[in-house]
Structure formats: C-alpha cells, structure tokens
C-alpha cells in the first residue's frame, strides 16, 4: 500500500506514543522522538514470542484490566501461553477484519456459515463468529470435532459456507464421501492456522465441492484476519490499515526484498490493549508488490510455507514439511493425509520417513516409489516412503502435526 505511508506513518507514531507511556517493555526500547519515514521502522528491536511469555500475564498489556473486554490465548501446549487481549474497540475492529476476510468469498446474510474452528481460548473459534454475526448470515458454532455430526448439519441445514483448518476440512471431506446423501450446498471455506498448499486446495475443493480461501493471523497479532486471499488465489493480501508488514532475513534481521522470501514481521497499527511492534512471526512468506487484478490496495504476501521452528534440515538441505506435501500430491493416488517421521539419533545427518496414505486403489508400492523420487528429484531429499491404505493415519481436528519422532510414527 505505497501511497498510503504517511498515513502509516501517522498510525505508527500515534501506536510509539500510546506505548511508551503504558508498556515499560516498549518505552525502555522505542525512539522518544516520533519517526519521520517507515525507513527508521528497521532500527526498532524485534519482539519475539518469549517477550511474550517473559511478560506473562499482564506485562506487554497497554490498557488497565478493567477496559479489557476479552482474552485469547495461543494453542501452544508447553509453557505459558501466549496471551492477547482486546478493549471493545479491538474488538470491533477485530469483528471488521474478519467481516472483510468472509467478504471476500461473497458472504453475504443469506449464507448458512458452519464455524468448526475450535471455540475457547484459540482465536479462531471466535474470531469467524464476530465477523459472521457482523454480516448477518445464519451462525452455526459447531466448533471443531464431532465430524459425523458435522456432516449432518451440513447437509441439514443447507450449509452454504465452511470455516475450518485445512486438515480438518479433508477429515470432513472424507466424511461427506463415506456418508451416503443428498449433494450439499456448500458453496465457499476460510482455511488456515496451518500451512496448507495448492495441491491440498485442489483436494478440499473436489471433495467438499466449494472454493476454498486461505486466511493467515496469529495470537500475538489479534488472531486470524490479518492477511486473506481475494478471488484470484495468488497470494493473501494483508490488511495494510491494520497491520505493518515486513520481511526480513531469518538471520541477519536485515530486510529483504520484495520477491524474496524471507521470515514475515508484523506491527500492530491500530490495537490498543495489546499492540506489538515488529513481531517476528517465524513465518517464511515472500511479499508480493505487483498490484493484483482484483483491484485492491493492499499488497499480497505468498501462502506461508511454514514457520522456522517446523524447517526439517536432511543433510544440509532445509525443507518444509509444506515442500514436501507439495510433491507427494503431484503424485496421482496420494492424499493429503501424510505424516513426516525424523530420526535425529544417527548423528548429524536427519533421517525421514514419509508416511502418506492412498486415495484410492492404488498399487501402493509402485506410488511409493514415484514419490521417493520426486522428493528426490524436485526437492533434493531421500526418504523413505510408505503408502498406506486410506484411513490409516491419525485424523485431526485443529492444526495437524505433521512432523513427528520417528519412534511415534504410527501405522508404519
Ligand atoms: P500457535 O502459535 O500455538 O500455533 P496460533 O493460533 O497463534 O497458535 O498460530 C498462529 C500460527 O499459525 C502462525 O504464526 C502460522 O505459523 C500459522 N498459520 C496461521 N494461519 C496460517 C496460514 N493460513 N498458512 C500457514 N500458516 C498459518
Ligand atoms: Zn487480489
């Protein structure tokens, strides 16, 4: 969003004045005086997620308890968690960001919205609900689990638009085909929280018969609707009036350009009782700043390939788990239900095991064997592959975990 720096400029310093009068945390690192270009922005320190937990409950907070409305937490399970919270206003402008993501798909009143992302602490529960009741279409807080129910109620109740994570919506996908019935009306589904690819797309839009948009938030920024595709599926456009965007090299910190991948930072704009200046995400995104032909302002960045923390390194050679779904649904027969195995016990050198199960009738080694040698041939890594029949592998209701203990693999 070039032509609107002043104006974010002109959100950043009012966001530095608010901070450092009520946060010690951000007073103790930001400039006294206001910025005069975004340029300076690249001298400010990172904040990282142990800032967070190192400030736990209430210490990165820049409102007294009292004006704040609500709370949210990370999924992390080990540790503290990572806490959020919201006055009113966030609120609101929470409520329009995820208006605007579902607005994109064409929600409109008279959509049927089935929200099986988890409600509770996650942020994604309630944050497609304030952005549904804002549009006013028909809310159906299933939140996640209970598939064969889920199912009924999206054929029942004429469900017109699914909210789910990836994973989650090739769980119901495959429910849908394993339940006998009449054809349902799903028509578009916001899926994040996970990393997800095209080859993954491809299959949730054939299974559940509906277009599927990608939506990206965290936690730290507020929760799901800081970037969403438009209609052309080429990247997620971030909503630049809210959120500062940068990326930088995952290891200098110095940024990068336009084009290159790097690892995504994030600046609140607008928050108020928990802003976060320069965020780093761990996430490796490439940002995008050709206009896209839908028209919009904001700039894209690509679909998040997956955070820092899940990179896998096999001999010398850094890969996502993302990567390595990429080329195993080039391979005809495969399902996006695959689990990644790594052995760090033999020294230096990370052994994998790619566990991934059939879509259909297939001859399950010669697959295999195609697999092992596109891993090998586009992304430079030898695993071993086991195909395993449909149904095999365990199924999850929220984020999956792709990348587990050789020693937990299951069903290999
Ligand atoms: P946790 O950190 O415990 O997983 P969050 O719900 O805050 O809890 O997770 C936010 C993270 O989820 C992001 O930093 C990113 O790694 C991942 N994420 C969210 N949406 C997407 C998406 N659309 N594509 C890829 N990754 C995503
Ligand atoms: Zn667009």
């Not at 020294?347 to 010669?366: C, N």
Request: glycine share 12%; aromatic share 6%; net charge negative.
């Amino acid at each position: 969003m070039r032509g609107a720096e002043p104006a974010t400029l002109d959100k950043i310093n009012r966001l530095f004045e608010h901070l450092r009068e009520r946060v010690a945390f951000y007073s103790a690192r930001l400039p006294a005086e206001p910025l005069k270009s975004l340029d300076e922005l690249a001298a400010i320190p990172f904040t990282v997620k142990e800032d967070f937990r190192d400030h736990y409950p209430f210490g990165l907070f820049a409102v007294p308890l009292p004006e704040v409305a609500r709370l949210h937490a990370s999924s992390g399970t080990t540790g503290k968690p990572v806490l959020t919270g919201y006055t009113g206003g966030d609120l609101d402008t929470w409520g329009e960001c995820m208006e605007r993501v579902l607005r994109m798909g064409g929600v409109t009143a008279d959509d049927v919205l089935q929200n099986a992302y988890g409600y509770g602490l996650f942020t994604g529960g309630l944050g497609f609900h304030i952005g549904a009741e804002r549009i006013g279409c028909t809310v159906v807080p299933t939140s996640s689990g209970m598939t064969a129910r889920q199912v009924m109620l999206i054929r029942d109740l004429g469900t017109t638009v699914l909210t789910c994570t990836p994973s989650y919506a090739l769980v119901l996908a495959e429910a849908l085909a394993a339940q006998a019935g009449p054809a349902t009306r799903l028509r578009v589904g916001f899926f994040g929280a996970e990393p997800w690819t095209d080859g993954m797309r491809r299959q949730i839009e054939a299974g559940l018969g509906l277009e599927a948009f990608d939506i990206f938030g965290l936690t730290e920024l507020g929760g799901p609707g800081v970037a969403v595709e438009c209609s052309r599926h080429e990247g997620l456009h971030i909503f630049e009036d809210h959120f500062l965007a940068e990326v930088v090299d995952p290891d200098s910190g110095r940024p990068r350009a336009p084009g290159e991948e790097g690892e995504l930072v994030l600046t609140s704009l607008t928050r108020r009782a928990s802003p976060v200046v320069r965020y780093r995400t761990r996430d490796r995104v490439v940002l995008l700043d050709e206009q896209c032909g839908c028209g919009s302002p904001f700039r894209r960045m690509s679909k998040p390939r997956g955070r820092t923390d899940d990179m896998l390194i096999v001999r010398g050679v850094n890969v996502f788990p993302s990567a390595v779904e990429e080329v195993l649904l080039t391979v005809p027969g495969l399902s996006g239900n695959y689990q990644i195995g790594i052995d760090r016990s033999s020294g230096q050198q990370d052994r994998l095991t790619v566990l991934v199960e059939a879509a259909a009738r297939v001859h399950l080694q010669s697959v295999g064997e195609t697999a092992r040698a596109r891993l090998r041939e586009l992304i430079g890594i030898r695993a071993e592959v086991t195909v395993l029949e449909p149904g095999t592998l365990p199924r999850s209701e929220g984020k999956a975990r792709r990348v587990v203990d050789r020693g937990e693999l299951k069903g290999g």
